[in-house]
């Protein structure tokens, strides 16, 4: 059972640059969402979706994009990495009918120079 | 000031001791608590979580919760150099599908 699995595990862009975190999750999860954590910040929302075909904006949303086109997947795209974008990155999920809190994936660290 | 407050440590005990983590929180909206652990370069894992105020057991952690003063605490009994790791505390309004709010984490070395 993987669970959640977030790829790349690290990645290094230059400023302007574009890529995807990727995530996916085994459990048939429908409640699925991205947060950044930063040092003395916490952990914070970025984007969630409660289905396929359903996202909405978290807590600092700008500068990123998310689709939900199946129940497994969730990536998180930077249009124009800038250096404040720098941050470790989680994806989690959840079950809606089962009541019971998110889990996390393991992480994408990623540095903008 | 922040919706959850949480003392981000370092806290440093030895081996055996009792451990108490804490955080508050302002928004009386919260029903719904829970406690992840962290270990360096993983996510986070969650360890206890609770609807209600009282306390919930499971193993050498307890969970507390007490609504009337929006104050929520985790009990680490019999600390072990393995419980080392940053616990997260974190609260919504709801389960499964509400937005999560967390603390900043606090921080624990368990000396052997």
């Known amino acids: 059972n993987a669970g959640v699995t977030q790829t790349p595990k690290f990645q290094v862009l230059k400023t302007g640059q574009s890529m995807t975190l990727q995530c996916a999750q085994d459990?048939?999860?429908?409640?699925m969402s991205w947060y950044r954590q930063d040092p003395g910040m916490g952990l914070r929302l970025i984007h969630y979706?409660?289905?396929?075909?359903?996202?909405d904006q978290g807590e600092v949303p700008n500068g990123y994009n998310v689709s939900r086109s199946t129940t497994e997947d969730f990536p998180l795209r930077l249009l124009s990495a800038a250096p404040s974008q720098t941050s470790v990155y989680f994806c989690?999920?959840?079950?809606?009918?089962?009541?019971?809190?998110?889990?996390f994936g393991d992480g994408t660290r990623l540095s903008i120079l | 000031q922040k919706e959850v407050e949480q003392d981000p440590g370092p806290l440093s005990v030895p081996e055996g001791a009792i451990v108490s983590l804490n955080c508050t929180y302002s928004?009386?909206?919260?029903?719904?608590f829970m406690w992840y652990r962290q270990y360096s370069r993983k996510g986070p894992e969650l360890l206890m979580y609770?609807?209600?105020?009282g306390n919930k057991e499971d193993g050498r952690f307890t969970a507390q919760v007490d609504k009337s003063s929006k104050y929520i605490s985790l009990f680490i009994r019999d600390s072990q150099p393995s419980d080392s790791a940053t616990y997260l505390c974190?609260?919504?309004?709801?389960?499964?599908?509400?937005?999560?709010?967390f603390g900043t984490g606090t921080r624990l070395k368990v000396l052997a």
């Open positions: 989690a999920s959840s079950s809606v009918s089962s009541n019971q809190p998110q889990h």
């Open positions: 459990m048939n999860h429908e409640y």
């Open positions: 979706s409660v289905g396929a075909g359903i996202t």
């Open positions: 928004n009386s909206a919260f029903q719904y």
């Open positions: 609770t609807y209600s105020s």
């Open positions: 974190a609260m919504s309004e709801g389960s499964g599908t509400y937005k999560y709010i």
